[in-house]
């Protein structure tokens, strides 16, 4: 940043934020010092950061500056996550790379977005929102739900507070938004809620942060533009819901193996049409296949079960969506 750009309106503005953004990490810290717990202290940054974010393109001209102050904050959060610094974000979570994940986000959502039309920006704001506010109330939900029962009741009203919260916040933007009918908005509302809660629930160490914003930006932007329609979108995600139950059913995968398969199902059905599909259903029988027979083979010798996981559904499933 050279030093003329600081004295432009753009570079003060830069400065500003990031006196800001360093100044509700204070908070956070002084919170956690006077005794708040550290889990309250990540949300109340998580929702302040997400919330900025959602509020870019009213504050900068273009989206330039908005990218170097996700690469600066994302290895900010790299270093102080290693160093064991800022307890009020990395304490609660210490394996979660999810302060890192949030600011990298910015990176996909803003090229997929605000750099390729003004008009884009409506889907960038949605995810921001979903991010900055339904994943702190979800957290708070299965947090308290895992004082009164088990692990499984925290994540099932978890998921629910989460597409909740997703319902109304979607439908209050695309209503104040667009002009599109009661069904077309209805549709676009469901299948963002359904697409960034299945997201939401199998994501582990924070990627969550990650894949929920360019999960609400790939439904918003293609239907915004016309590219995907609402049947296109029902479609994919009804058959990637028969996909994921199916693959369960029959032993393939395990649950988050299913979701995590049933999400890729969809985005190739609802994005790509058959000439996607037909690949990732080759690649993915044949891949599954050979998975099936070598654990045949292991289980003479008593090894685990041939389901496969999400890993290994991430790793196969990434290969047949390029």
């Given amino acids: 940043m050279s030093g003329s750009y600081l004295f432009t ?9 990031l006196a800001g953004l360093g100044g509700l990490v204070a908070i956070g810290e002084a919170l956690r010092h006077w005794g708040v ?3 309250t202290t990540r949300r109340f940054v998580h929702a302040g950061v997400s919330l900025f974010v959602a509020a870019t393109p009213f504050l900068f001209a273009r989206p330039l500056p908005v990218y170097g102050l996700a690469v600066v904050f994302a290895l900010l959060n790299a270093g102080t996550r290693s160093a064991e610094w800022w307890g009020s974000i990395h304490q609660a ?3 979660s790379w999810g302060t890192v994940a949030l600011p990298l986000s910015v990176l996909p959502a803003l090229a997929a977005t605000w750099s390729v ?3 884009r920006i409506l889907a960038l704001q949605t995810a921001y929102l979903i991010l900055g506010l339904a994943d702190p109330i979800a957290s708070w939900v299965g947090e308290r739900a895992t004082t009164r029962g088990g692990n499984r009741d925290s994540t099932v009203s978890g ?3 989460f597409a909740g919260t997703a319902v109304v916040l979607t439908v209050f933007v695309l209503a104040a938004q667009t002009k599109w009918s009661v069904g077309r908005l209805g549709t676009a509302v469901i299948g963002t809620t359904l697409v960034a809660t299945g997201v939401e629930a199998v994501c582990r160490r924070g ?7 360019c999960a609400v930006v790939l439904v918003l932007v293609p239907l915004r533009a016309g590219a995907l329609g609402v049947g296109q979108l029902a479609g994919g995600i009804s058959l990637g819901a028969a996909f994921g139950g199916a693959a369960y059913r029959a032993g ?5 193996g299913a979701a995590t398969g049933g999400l890729f199902a969809a985005s190739l059905v609802g994005l790509g049409g058959w000439a996607w599909i037909v690949p990732g259903i080759v690649f993915f029988g044949l891949s599954s296949a050979l998975t099936a027979l070598n654990s045949e083979r292991r289980s003479t010798v008593g090894e685990a079960s041939p389901r496969r996981t999400q890993a290994q559904v991430l790793a196969n499933g990434g290969i047949a969506w390029a």
């Fill in 9 to 17: 309106g753009e570079g003060t503005l830069v400065l500003a934020v």
């Fill in 37 to 39: 717990a550290v889990r």
């Fill in 93 to 95: 979570r210490p394996r």
């Fill in 117 to 119: 039309s003004p008009d």
């Fill in 159 to 161: 998921s629910l507070a």
């Fill in 207 to 213: 990627w969550d942060n990650f894949f929920i914003v």
């Fill in 252 to 256: 393939a995968l395990d649950e988050r």
